[in-house]
Protein backbone atom coordinates (compact mmCIF):
# COMPACT_ATOMS: atom_id res chain seq x y z
CA UNK A 1 0.00 0.00 0.00
CA UNK A 2 0.95 3.61 -0.17
CA UNK A 3 0.82 5.39 2.81
CA UNK A 4 2.32 8.39 4.66
CA UNK A 5 3.61 9.65 8.06
CA UNK A 6 3.42 12.95 9.31
CA UNK A 7 6.28 13.73 12.05
CA UNK A 8 9.89 11.85 11.50
CA UNK A 9 10.17 11.81 15.86
CA UNK A 10 10.61 8.77 17.99
CA UNK A 11 7.10 7.93 16.69
CA UNK A 12 7.01 8.38 13.05
CA UNK A 13 10.30 7.79 12.08
CA UNK A 14 10.30 4.09 13.37
CA UNK A 15 6.51 3.54 12.15
CA UNK A 16 7.86 5.37 8.37
CA UNK A 17 10.70 2.51 8.94
CA UNK A 18 8.69 -0.49 10.00
CA UNK A 19 5.26 0.35 7.39
CA UNK A 20 8.20 0.38 4.83
CA UNK A 21 9.94 -3.04 6.81
CA UNK A 22 6.18 -4.47 6.24
CA UNK A 23 6.86 -4.26 2.51
CA UNK A 24 4.57 -0.50 1.85
CA UNK A 25 5.82 2.40 -0.48
CA UNK A 26 6.01 5.23 2.29
CA UNK A 27 6.38 8.78 2.52
CA UNK A 28 7.77 10.48 5.54
CA UNK A 29 6.90 14.37 6.10
CA UNK A 30 7.95 16.57 8.19
CA UNK A 31 8.38 20.32 7.98
CA UNK A 32 12.05 20.34 9.13
CA UNK A 33 13.96 20.44 6.11
CA UNK A 34 17.15 19.04 8.34
CA UNK A 35 15.65 16.41 9.67
CA UNK A 36 14.10 15.33 6.14
CA UNK A 37 17.51 15.80 4.53
CA UNK A 38 19.07 13.62 7.76
CA UNK A 39 16.89 10.75 7.33
CA UNK A 40 16.85 10.99 3.18
CA UNK A 41 20.95 10.34 4.00
CA UNK A 42 20.40 7.30 6.20
CA UNK A 43 20.90 8.87 9.28
CA UNK A 44 18.37 8.74 12.80
CA UNK A 45 18.54 12.34 14.65
CA UNK A 46 18.38 10.17 17.40
CA UNK A 47 19.57 6.76 19.06
CA UNK A 48 17.40 3.91 18.56
CA UNK A 49 18.46 0.02 18.52
CA UNK A 50 18.30 -1.33 15.12
CA UNK A 51 16.71 1.59 13.57
CA UNK A 52 19.19 2.97 11.61
CA UNK A 53 20.31 -0.04 9.58
CA UNK A 54 16.13 -1.03 8.83
CA UNK A 55 16.41 2.71 7.66
CA UNK A 56 19.07 2.11 5.37
CA UNK A 57 17.68 -1.08 4.18
CA UNK A 58 14.33 0.53 3.24
CA UNK A 59 15.48 3.79 1.86
CA UNK A 60 18.08 1.18 -0.80
CA UNK A 61 14.69 -0.92 -1.29
CA UNK A 62 13.42 2.27 -2.74
CA UNK A 63 9.96 1.20 -0.43
CA UNK A 64 10.70 4.91 1.93
CA UNK A 65 11.28 8.73 1.05
CA UNK A 66 11.32 11.51 3.14
CA UNK A 67 10.07 14.74 2.03
CA UNK A 68 8.65 18.30 3.02
CA UNK A 69 6.06 18.43 0.70
CA UNK A 70 2.04 18.39 1.45
CA UNK A 71 1.16 18.21 -1.83
CA UNK A 72 3.38 15.14 -2.42
CA UNK A 73 1.91 13.09 0.39
CA UNK A 74 -1.46 14.37 -0.63
CA UNK A 75 -0.78 13.16 -4.16
CA UNK A 76 1.44 9.84 -2.91
CA UNK A 77 -1.60 8.43 -0.76
CA UNK A 78 -5.11 8.20 0.22
CA UNK A 79 -4.08 6.61 3.99
CA UNK A 80 -2.11 9.62 6.18
CA UNK A 81 -0.19 8.28 9.74
CA UNK A 82 -0.12 11.16 12.09
CA UNK A 83 2.88 10.82 14.28
CA UNK A 84 3.71 14.31 15.71
CA UNK A 85 4.18 15.36 19.31
CA UNK A 86 1.65 16.49 21.76
CA UNK A 87 3.90 18.16 24.35
CA UNK A 88 3.04 19.40 27.76
CA UNK A 89 1.67 23.59 27.46
CA UNK A 90 3.75 25.44 28.85
CA UNK A 91 2.47 26.89 31.86
CA UNK A 92 -0.25 24.07 32.06
CA UNK A 93 -1.10 20.49 32.32
CA UNK A 94 -2.45 19.88 28.90
CA UNK A 95 -1.35 18.74 26.07
CA UNK A 96 -0.34 20.55 23.11
CA UNK A 97 -2.32 20.21 19.97
CA UNK A 98 -1.03 22.67 17.88
CA UNK A 99 1.34 20.23 15.71
CA UNK A 100 -1.68 17.90 15.03
CA UNK A 101 -3.95 20.82 14.49
CA UNK A 102 -0.68 22.42 12.17
CA UNK A 103 -0.94 19.05 10.41
CA UNK A 104 -4.42 18.60 9.55
CA UNK A 105 -5.02 21.85 8.64
CA UNK A 106 -2.45 22.07 6.06
CA UNK A 107 -2.78 18.42 4.59
CA UNK A 108 -7.17 18.66 4.42
CA UNK A 109 -7.52 21.67 1.52
CA UNK A 110 -5.15 19.21 -0.67
CA UNK A 111 -7.42 16.01 0.09
CA UNK A 112 -9.39 15.96 -3.37
CA UNK A 113 -9.38 11.94 -3.00
CA UNK A 114 -11.18 10.41 -0.52
CA UNK A 115 -8.86 9.49 2.24
CA UNK A 116 -8.25 8.55 5.54
CA UNK A 117 -6.24 10.01 8.18
CA UNK A 118 -4.79 7.73 10.89
CA UNK A 119 -3.76 9.51 14.26
CA UNK A 120 -1.01 7.75 16.12
CA UNK A 121 0.00 10.24 18.64
CA UNK A 122 -1.36 10.25 22.09
CA UNK A 123 -4.26 13.02 22.34
CA UNK A 124 -6.56 13.89 25.22
CA UNK A 125 -10.17 11.82 24.63
CA UNK A 126 -12.27 13.99 22.18
CA UNK A 127 -9.77 14.97 19.90
CA UNK A 128 -10.61 12.54 16.93
CA UNK A 129 -14.14 13.77 16.78
CA UNK A 130 -13.21 17.27 17.05
CA UNK A 131 -10.50 16.58 13.49
CA UNK A 132 -13.51 14.95 11.77
CA UNK A 133 -15.37 17.78 11.94
CA UNK A 134 -12.20 20.33 11.02
CA UNK A 135 -10.83 18.30 8.18
CA UNK A 136 -14.13 17.40 6.19
CA UNK A 137 -15.13 21.02 6.71
CA UNK A 138 -11.55 22.06 5.14
CA UNK A 139 -10.99 19.10 2.49
CA UNK A 140 -12.17 19.49 -1.13
CA UNK A 141 -13.38 15.47 -0.87
CA UNK A 142 -15.36 16.76 2.08
CA UNK A 143 -17.48 13.86 3.57
CA UNK A 144 -15.18 11.60 1.84
CA UNK A 145 -12.46 11.60 4.75
CA UNK A 146 -12.55 9.45 7.69
CA UNK A 147 -10.43 9.86 10.55
CA UNK A 148 -9.23 6.47 12.76
CA UNK A 149 -7.68 6.22 15.93
CA UNK A 150 -4.57 3.43 15.78
CA UNK A 151 -2.74 4.43 19.10
CA UNK A 152 0.71 3.82 19.49
CA UNK A 153 2.59 1.72 22.83
CA UNK A 154 6.07 1.60 21.77
CA UNK A 155 9.01 2.25 24.30
CA UNK A 156 12.00 3.95 23.58
CA UNK A 157 14.97 1.52 23.58
CA UNK A 158 12.56 -1.31 21.95
CA UNK A 159 10.95 0.90 19.75
CA UNK A 160 11.41 -1.24 16.35
CA UNK A 161 10.78 -4.68 17.98
CA UNK A 162 7.76 -2.68 19.76
CA UNK A 163 6.21 -1.80 16.32
CA UNK A 164 6.76 -4.69 14.31
CA UNK A 165 5.81 -7.38 17.05
CA UNK A 166 3.32 -5.07 19.11
CA UNK A 167 0.98 -6.82 21.97
CA UNK A 168 -2.01 -5.34 20.70
CA UNK A 169 -3.20 -3.65 18.08
CA UNK A 170 -6.41 -0.83 18.59
CA UNK A 171 -8.50 0.76 15.78
CA UNK A 172 -11.08 3.24 16.50
CA UNK A 173 -13.64 3.70 13.77
CA UNK A 174 -16.12 6.34 13.51
CA UNK A 175 -19.41 4.80 15.22
CA UNK A 176 -21.71 6.03 12.61
CA UNK A 177 -18.95 5.05 9.72
CA UNK A 178 -18.26 1.68 9.94
CA UNK A 179 -16.31 -0.48 7.58
CA UNK A 180 -13.69 1.51 5.06
CA UNK A 181 -11.00 2.95 7.16
CA UNK A 182 -11.13 -0.51 9.35
CA UNK A 183 -10.80 -2.31 6.11
CA UNK A 184 -7.80 -0.26 5.61
CA UNK A 185 -6.21 -0.56 8.92
CA UNK A 186 -6.53 -4.48 8.62
CA UNK A 187 -4.79 -4.10 5.29
CA UNK A 188 -1.63 -2.42 6.71
CA UNK A 189 -1.34 -4.42 9.22
CA UNK A 190 -2.18 -7.97 7.22
CA UNK A 191 1.29 -9.52 8.14
CA UNK A 192 0.85 -8.68 12.04
CA UNK A 193 -3.14 -9.82 12.08
CA UNK A 194 -2.03 -13.44 10.76
CA UNK A 195 1.05 -13.45 13.29
CA UNK A 196 -1.79 -13.67 15.95
CA UNK A 197 -1.55 -10.61 17.07
CA UNK A 198 -4.89 -9.33 18.61
CA UNK A 199 -6.67 -6.89 17.69
CA UNK A 200 -9.11 -4.53 19.34
CA UNK A 201 -12.09 -2.25 16.91
CA UNK A 202 -13.50 -0.23 19.04
CA UNK A 203 -15.23 3.78 18.64
CA UNK A 204 -12.51 6.88 18.56
CA UNK A 205 -12.89 7.81 22.28
CA UNK A 206 -12.26 4.30 23.47
CA UNK A 207 -9.16 4.28 21.51
CA UNK A 208 -7.60 7.58 22.40
CA UNK A 209 -8.31 6.53 26.51
CA UNK A 210 -6.77 3.08 25.76
CA UNK A 211 -3.62 4.78 25.41
CA UNK A 212 -3.96 7.85 27.97
CA UNK A 213 -5.32 4.72 30.91
CA UNK A 214 -2.06 2.28 29.82
CA UNK A 215 0.43 4.86 30.63
CA UNK A 216 -1.78 6.15 33.62
CA UNK A 217 -1.73 2.57 34.73
CA UNK A 218 2.20 1.82 34.14
CA UNK A 219 2.97 5.03 36.18
CA UNK A 220 0.76 4.58 38.65
CA UNK A 221 2.16 0.93 39.25
CA UNK A 222 5.64 2.68 39.30
CA UNK A 223 4.72 5.36 41.53
CA UNK A 224 2.99 2.38 43.71
CA UNK A 225 6.27 0.63 45.01
CA UNK A 226 8.18 3.91 45.20
CA UNK A 227 5.94 4.73 47.85
CA UNK A 228 6.36 1.60 49.08
CA UNK A 229 10.02 2.15 48.52
CA UNK A 230 9.15 5.35 51.13
CA UNK A 231 7.49 2.56 53.52
CA UNK A 232 10.47 0.28 53.24
CA UNK A 233 13.06 3.33 54.17
CA UNK A 234 11.14 3.79 57.39
CA UNK A 235 11.09 0.09 58.47
CA UNK A 236 14.34 -1.54 57.63
CA UNK A 237 12.61 -3.18 54.77
CA UNK A 238 14.09 -3.95 51.19
CA UNK A 239 11.38 -2.93 48.55
CA UNK A 240 14.06 -5.49 46.09
CA UNK A 241 13.11 -8.48 47.35
CA UNK A 242 9.30 -7.00 48.17
CA UNK A 243 8.75 -6.39 44.59
CA UNK A 244 10.03 -9.88 43.70
CA UNK A 245 7.71 -11.44 45.97
CA UNK A 246 4.58 -9.61 45.14
CA UNK A 247 5.52 -9.92 41.20
CA UNK A 248 5.11 -13.52 41.56
CA UNK A 249 1.12 -12.58 41.82
CA UNK A 250 0.20 -13.36 38.19
CA UNK A 251 -2.49 -10.55 39.21
CA UNK A 252 0.24 -8.26 39.40
CA UNK A 253 3.34 -9.24 38.10
CA UNK A 254 6.48 -7.96 38.24
CA UNK A 255 7.47 -5.18 35.54
CA UNK A 256 6.91 -2.10 36.16
CA UNK A 257 7.54 -2.51 40.12
CA UNK A 258 11.49 -1.23 40.27
CA UNK A 259 11.35 1.36 42.63
CA UNK A 260 14.32 3.96 42.47
CA UNK A 261 14.75 7.42 40.82
CA UNK A 262 11.21 7.22 38.88
CA UNK A 263 9.73 7.61 35.70
CA UNK A 264 10.81 10.31 33.27
CA UNK A 265 10.64 10.63 29.41
CA UNK A 266 8.87 12.15 26.76
CA UNK A 267 5.77 10.06 27.30
CA UNK A 268 4.51 9.20 31.14
CA UNK A 269 5.13 12.69 33.00
CA UNK A 270 3.24 14.85 30.25
CA UNK A 271 0.54 11.85 29.44
CA UNK A 272 -0.48 11.50 33.13
CA UNK A 273 -1.27 15.40 33.69
CA UNK A 274 -2.88 15.56 30.00
CA UNK A 275 -4.97 12.95 31.21
CA UNK A 276 -6.08 14.52 34.72
CA UNK A 277 -6.39 17.99 32.49
CA UNK A 278 -8.53 16.25 30.38
CA UNK A 279 -10.66 14.79 33.01
CA UNK A 280 -10.99 18.25 34.84
CA UNK A 281 -12.52 19.56 31.49
CA UNK A 282 -14.96 16.84 31.20
CA UNK A 283 -15.92 17.83 34.95
CA UNK A 284 -14.88 14.66 36.07
CA UNK A 285 -11.70 15.81 37.78
CA UNK A 286 -12.06 13.64 40.91
CA UNK A 287 -11.64 10.13 38.94
CA UNK A 288 -7.93 11.23 38.31
CA UNK A 289 -7.12 13.23 40.86
CA UNK A 290 -4.95 9.84 42.47
CA UNK A 291 -2.75 10.84 39.03
CA UNK A 292 -1.56 14.12 40.78
CA UNK A 293 -0.27 11.79 43.60
CA UNK A 294 1.44 9.51 41.48
CA UNK A 295 2.92 12.48 40.08
CA UNK A 296 4.00 14.00 43.40
CA UNK A 297 5.27 10.41 44.46
CA UNK A 298 7.02 10.31 41.09
CA UNK A 299 8.84 13.36 41.87
CA UNK A 300 9.44 13.23 45.60
CA UNK A 301 11.94 10.45 44.62
CA UNK A 302 14.15 13.05 42.64
CA UNK A 303 14.81 15.18 45.51
CA UNK A 304 15.51 11.78 48.18
CA UNK A 305 18.33 10.49 45.89
CA UNK A 306 19.52 14.33 46.10
CA UNK A 307 19.28 14.01 49.75
CA UNK A 308 20.39 10.80 50.07
CA UNK A 309 23.89 11.41 48.75
CA UNK A 310 23.84 14.57 50.67
CA UNK A 311 24.04 11.89 53.71
CA UNK A 312 26.18 9.67 51.59
CA UNK A 313 28.46 12.92 51.64
CA UNK A 314 28.63 13.17 55.56
CA UNK A 315 25.38 15.83 55.63
CA UNK A 316 25.96 18.27 52.86
CA UNK A 317 26.54 18.86 48.98
CA UNK A 318 28.90 21.86 49.58
CA UNK A 319 32.14 21.20 48.11
CA UNK A 320 31.45 17.84 47.14
CA UNK A 321 32.42 15.78 43.83
CA UNK A 322 29.97 13.44 42.49
CA UNK A 323 29.60 11.33 39.39
CA UNK A 324 26.59 10.62 37.99
CA UNK A 325 26.63 7.95 35.53
CA UNK A 326 23.25 8.36 33.09
CA UNK A 327 21.70 11.45 31.96
CA UNK A 328 19.21 9.40 30.05
CA UNK A 329 15.41 9.09 31.27
CA UNK A 330 16.36 5.23 30.98
CA UNK A 331 18.47 3.10 29.52
CA UNK A 332 19.47 2.23 25.53
CA UNK A 333 17.70 6.03 24.94
CA UNK A 334 19.68 8.98 24.22
CA UNK A 335 16.47 10.88 25.04
CA UNK A 336 16.52 13.61 28.58
CA UNK A 337 13.35 14.82 28.10
CA UNK A 338 12.44 15.36 31.67
CA UNK A 339 15.17 12.89 32.89
CA UNK A 340 15.16 12.42 36.74
CA UNK A 341 19.00 11.81 35.98
CA UNK A 342 19.71 15.02 35.08
CA UNK A 343 17.20 16.29 37.02
CA UNK A 344 18.92 15.64 39.76
CA UNK A 345 22.35 16.02 38.65
CA UNK A 346 21.30 19.77 38.54
CA UNK A 347 19.96 19.71 41.88
CA UNK A 348 22.70 18.83 43.28
CA UNK A 349 24.53 21.55 41.35
CA UNK A 350 22.50 23.78 43.00
CA UNK A 351 22.94 22.51 46.43
CA UNK A 352 27.09 22.90 45.81
CA UNK A 353 28.51 19.83 44.48
CA UNK A 354 30.47 19.72 41.56
CA UNK A 355 28.96 17.20 39.64
CA UNK A 356 30.14 15.17 36.84
CA UNK A 357 28.02 13.25 34.62
CA UNK A 358 28.75 10.63 31.88
CA UNK A 359 25.97 8.67 29.67
CA UNK A 360 27.05 6.12 27.11
CA UNK A 361 24.61 7.68 24.50
CA UNK A 362 22.96 11.24 26.01
CA UNK A 363 26.23 13.37 25.99
CA UNK A 364 25.02 15.62 23.21
CA UNK A 365 21.35 16.01 24.25
CA UNK A 366 22.13 16.59 27.92
CA UNK A 367 24.69 19.52 27.07
CA UNK A 368 21.86 21.06 24.52
CA UNK A 369 19.79 20.93 27.85
CA UNK A 370 21.73 21.43 30.95
CA UNK A 371 24.46 23.16 29.34
CA UNK A 372 26.07 24.08 32.77
CA UNK A 373 26.90 20.91 34.37
CA UNK A 374 30.14 19.08 34.09
CA UNK A 375 30.47 16.37 31.41
CA UNK A 376 33.47 13.73 31.29
CA UNK A 377 33.78 11.04 28.51
CA UNK A 378 33.85 8.14 30.15
CA UNK A 379 32.64 6.38 33.96
CA UNK A 380 36.09 6.70 34.96
CA UNK A 381 36.60 10.20 33.76
CA UNK A 382 33.20 11.47 35.38
CA UNK A 383 34.50 9.21 38.95
CA UNK A 384 38.09 11.34 38.87
CA UNK A 385 38.21 11.92 42.80
CA UNK A 386 34.39 11.59 43.22
CA UNK A 387 33.29 12.10 47.19
CA UNK A 388 30.01 9.88 45.76
CA UNK A 389 29.05 7.75 42.74
CA UNK A 390 25.47 7.97 42.06
CA UNK A 391 24.64 5.52 38.65
CA UNK A 392 21.09 7.54 37.85
CA UNK A 393 20.27 5.31 34.32
CA UNK A 394 20.49 1.97 34.50
CA UNK A 395 22.98 0.77 31.38
CA UNK A 396 24.77 -2.19 31.33
CA UNK A 397 27.79 -1.19 31.10
CA UNK A 398 26.95 1.10 34.85
CA UNK A 399 25.28 -2.58 35.78
CA UNK A 400 28.32 -4.71 35.18
CA UNK A 401 30.67 -2.13 36.60
CA UNK A 402 33.56 -3.93 39.06
CA UNK A 403 33.61 -1.69 42.40
CA UNK A 404 37.55 -3.16 42.27
CA UNK A 405 38.39 -1.50 39.23
CA UNK A 406 36.81 2.19 40.30
CA UNK A 407 38.58 2.37 43.39
CA UNK A 408 42.01 4.21 42.33
CA UNK A 409 39.29 6.71 40.38
CA UNK A 410 37.31 7.66 43.48
CA UNK A 411 38.20 10.02 46.68
CA UNK A 412 35.75 8.24 48.33
CA UNK A 413 34.52 4.62 47.63
CA UNK A 414 30.53 5.75 48.54
CA UNK A 415 28.07 4.13 45.72
CA UNK A 416 23.94 5.42 45.78
CA UNK A 417 21.99 3.29 43.27
CA UNK A 418 19.37 5.39 42.19
CA UNK A 419 18.00 2.56 39.91
CA UNK A 420 18.19 -0.21 42.48
CA UNK A 421 20.64 -2.40 39.66
CA UNK A 422 23.32 -2.94 41.56
CA UNK A 423 24.50 -6.13 43.48
CA UNK A 424 24.79 -4.39 47.20
CA UNK A 425 26.67 -7.22 48.12
CA UNK A 426 29.31 -7.34 45.83
CA UNK A 427 29.92 -3.64 46.41
CA UNK A 428 30.06 -3.99 50.15
CA UNK A 429 32.56 -6.78 49.98
CA UNK A 430 34.87 -4.78 47.92
CA UNK A 431 34.83 -2.01 50.46
CA UNK A 432 32.03 0.17 49.34
CA UNK A 433 29.75 2.22 51.50
CA UNK A 434 26.37 1.38 49.07
CA UNK A 435 22.84 3.55 49.28
CA UNK A 436 20.03 2.26 47.02
CA UNK A 437 16.38 3.24 47.29
CA UNK A 438 13.77 1.36 49.83
CA UNK A 439 16.34 -0.70 50.86
CA UNK A 440 18.92 -1.04 53.80
C1 LIG B 1 6.25 4.68 27.81
C2 LIG B 1 5.27 3.50 27.69
O1 LIG B 1 5.86 2.32 28.26
C3 LIG B 1 4.92 3.27 26.25
O2 LIG B 1 3.99 2.21 26.14
C4 LIG B 1 4.34 4.55 25.68
O3 LIG B 1 4.04 4.36 24.32
C5 LIG B 1 5.29 5.71 25.86
O4 LIG B 1 5.66 5.84 27.23
P1 LIG B 1 8.87 4.99 27.40
O5 LIG B 1 8.68 6.45 27.74
O6 LIG B 1 9.72 4.62 26.25
O7 LIG B 1 7.45 4.31 27.14
O8 LIG B 1 9.52 4.35 28.70
P2 LIG B 1 9.19 3.19 29.73
O9 LIG B 1 10.01 2.00 29.42
O10 LIG B 1 7.75 3.00 29.92
O11 LIG B 1 9.80 3.86 31.06
C6 LIG B 1 9.31 5.10 31.52
C7 LIG B 1 10.06 5.54 32.74
O12 LIG B 1 9.71 4.76 33.87
C8 LIG B 1 11.58 5.48 32.65
O13 LIG B 1 12.13 6.66 33.20
C9 LIG B 1 11.94 4.29 33.49
O14 LIG B 1 13.22 4.38 34.04
C10 LIG B 1 10.87 4.32 34.56
N1 LIG B 1 10.57 3.02 35.18
C11 LIG B 1 10.09 2.00 34.43
C12 LIG B 1 10.75 2.85 36.54
O15 LIG B 1 11.17 3.77 37.26
N2 LIG B 1 10.45 1.65 37.11
C13 LIG B 1 9.97 0.61 36.39
O16 LIG B 1 9.71 -0.45 36.97
C14 LIG B 1 9.78 0.78 35.00
Not at 183 to 210: F, I, K, M, W
Not at 266 to 278: E, Q, S, T, V, Y
Not at 396 to 414: G, I, M, Q, T, W
Request: hydrophobic content about 45%; glycine content about 10%; proline content about 4%.
Amino acid sequence: MRLTVFGTGYLGVTHAVCLAELGHEVLGIDIDAAKIEMLGEGRVPFYEPGLEHLLLKNLESGRLRFSTSYADAAEFADLHFLCVGTPQKRGENAADLSHVDAVVDTLAPLLTRPAVIVGKSTVPVGTAARLTVRVRGAAPAGEGVEVAWNPEFLREGFAVADTLRPDRLVFGIERDRPGSAEGALRDVYTSLLTQGVPLVVTDLATSELVKSSANAFLATKISFINAIAEICEATGADVTVLADALGYDARIGRSFLNAGLGFGGGCLPKDIRAFAARAGELGVDQALSFLREVDSINMRRRTKVVELVAEACGGSLLGMNVAVLGAAFKPESDDVRDSPALNVAGMMQLHGAAVSVYDPKAMANSRNLFPTLEYATSTSGACKNADAVLVATEWAEFVALDPVELDSAVRARVIVDGRNCLDPSVWRSAGWIYHGLGRR
